[in-house]
């Protein structure tokens, strides 16, 4: 009973933002209301991204609690590692206070109160930074940690790389767009361009020509990059180079898009853009390539849907051809539009990229269940078995976890 009457809140909520949200657009004249949606999204489209990445891994955690694959053993937790109901409990929070503090946003601009409007996204991104590094032993402290001390480990790979940190890195390369508007959300706040029209100039400080654009996108390549330098001067494997050369290949996509802006029309046209085509052609082939060979074995895509007790999903999923036929050609397909997100050049429509971005978490969430389950089966085939008695289960974990505090 608690539950219904907890999704009748959340229904009712969701019903008022949208209310509020759409009479306070509808308000602004129409000249307008383009370019404050635009500047709108630009703020919070990040941290909506975010949060459905949180439950996308919630969603992981589920499945992996209930298949044979051990991913507490995988990523290295500790018996309080958060669960997946934990994980939801979070995402939860976030799908309430990220589309609040929105509403907020465009309620107070489109009533005239513009300072106050500026001040919600600012609070917003204060309050996620200063509850990421809250020093003190709630909000899953313990969690915390380790997803900061990983970042810090993929910043700078000066040790040698575990799973966690390469598992992490390549999941930051599908939200590049997410770092490049962060960054400009902070350009703005800093700035105090928030809710003017002074950064509608796209060749301002803050604009969308900003050369700091394809410097931020290309982050995550470079951080991965370094991580197989690192691999490859540990272990000596081949394979670690090639590996490296695969994010090297995104590097042109980005900063030959990004010329457009810099040189004569003609150059791009008959040079740069050809080169740029090229580039995009390799780098989706080659992440394709690598995804289905390497990231998955295909010649172990027989366990990853086994349950532990037989149910719908399992028998839906487990072993089914058009499973693999799916996630084979899906991939191909998101590869190629996810050039078109990293080109600077394509990014006119802010709608259509958020969609694309959000195709690419979603191509990421099922990139992630194959990795995981060939990581295990990489360890199992190595000799190592954690003996089934020793694995807890959720329930046991749930009821025993006692240093998580909200």
Not at 114 to 142: E, G, K, M
Not at 222 to 235: A, E, K, S, V
Not at 351 to 378: A, C, D, G, H, S
Request: glycine share 2%.
């Amino acid at each position: 009973m608690e539950v219904i009457f907890q999704v009748i809140l959340f229904l009712i909520w969701g019903f008022t933002c949208c209310k509020i949200g759409w009479d306070s657009v509808m308000r602004m004249s129409a000249d307008l209301r383009d370019l404050f949606l635009y500047e709108a999204f630009l703020y919070y489209n990040p941290l909506l991204l975010v949060t459905m990445m949180v439950w996308l891994w919630g969603v992981c955690l589920w499945v992996f609690s209930q298949s044979t694959v051990n991913y507490a053993k995988i990523f290295d937790l500790d018996q309080n590692h958060l669960t997946h109901r934990e994980i939801w409990k979070c995402s939860i929070w976030m799908t309430i206070i990220v589309p609040t503090s929105m509403t907020a946003y465009l309620y107070l601009y489109s009533h005239g109160e513009v300072s106050l409007a500026a001040s919600q996204p600012v609070i917003l991104y204060a309050a996620v930074a200063l509850v990421l590094v809250f020093p003190f032993d709630i909000f899953y402290l313990s969690s915390r940690y380790f997803l900061l001390r990983t970042l810090w480990r993929i910043a700078l790979p000066l040790q040698p790389i575990s799973f966690p940190d390469f598992f992490l890195a390549d999941i930051l390369t599908s939200m590049a767009k997410v770092f490049s508007d962060l960054e400009r959300s902070v350009c703005r706040m800093v700035h105090r361009q928030v809710a003017t029209i002074a950064w509608f100039e796209a060749d301002s400080v803050c604009g969308s020509h900003s050369v700091a654009i394809p410097l931020v996108l290309v982050i995550p390549y470079i951080w991965r990059l370094l991580q197989c330098l690192r691999q490859y001067n540990d272990t000596k494997e081949k394979t670690t180079l090639f590996n490296a050369l695969k994010y090297s290949t995104a590097v042109p996509v980005i900063f030959l898009s990004a010329l457009k802006y810099h040189v004569l029309p003609d150059r791009w046209t008959y040079v740069y853009r050809r080169l740029w085509l090229f580039s995009s052609v390799v780098n989706s082939l080659y992440s394709f390539y690598w995804d289905v060979t390497r990231d998955w074995d295909l010649s172990v895509f027989t366990r990853i849907f086994k349950f532990n007790k037989p149910s719908y999903c399992s028998n839906l999923l487990y072993g089914r051809q058009w499973v693999y036929f799916w996630v084979i050609g899906s991939n191909l397909i998101l590869r190629c539009t996810w050039t078109y997100k990293l080109s600077a050049h394509l990014r006119h429509n802010y709608l259509t990229v958020f969609m694309i971005t959000t195709l690419e978490m979603l191509r990421r969430f099922q990139w992630i269940f194959f990795r995981v389950e060939n990581e295990w089966n990489k360890i199992t085939k190595s000799g190592f078995q954690l003996p089934m008695a020793d694995i807890p289960r959720e329930d046991e974990k749930l009821l025993g976890s006692t240093n998580h505090n909200v």
